[in-house]
């Protein structure tokens, strides 16, 4: 009788598990708006400003 409670909640633990996958959507592999970006240039500094210090940034790729 130990198996039955075991099952009741293993069973909705796999499905949640398999997320979207089981309902078979593909939202994952359609192209996403991201994917269309452009570079831009970097800003720049107006004569007269200082930059700001930037040593402890981080860069973005």
């Known amino acids: ?3 039955a409670p075991r099952l009741l909640w293993l069973a ?3 499905l949640a598990c398999g997320g979207c996958h089981v ?3 593909n939202a994952c592999h359609a192209p996403q708006p991201y ?3 452009k570079s831009v240039p970097p800003l ?3 004569p007269g ?3 700001p ?3 402890s940034a981080l860069r973005i790729p």
């Open 53 to 55: 210090e930037t040593g």
């Open 35 to 37: 994917m269309n970006a």
């Open 44 to 46: 720049k500094i107006p």
């Open 12 to 14: 909705p633990l796999l």
């Open 49 to 51: 400003l200082d930059s």
């Open 1 to 3: 009788m130990r198996s």
């Open 23 to 25: 309902l078979g959507a």
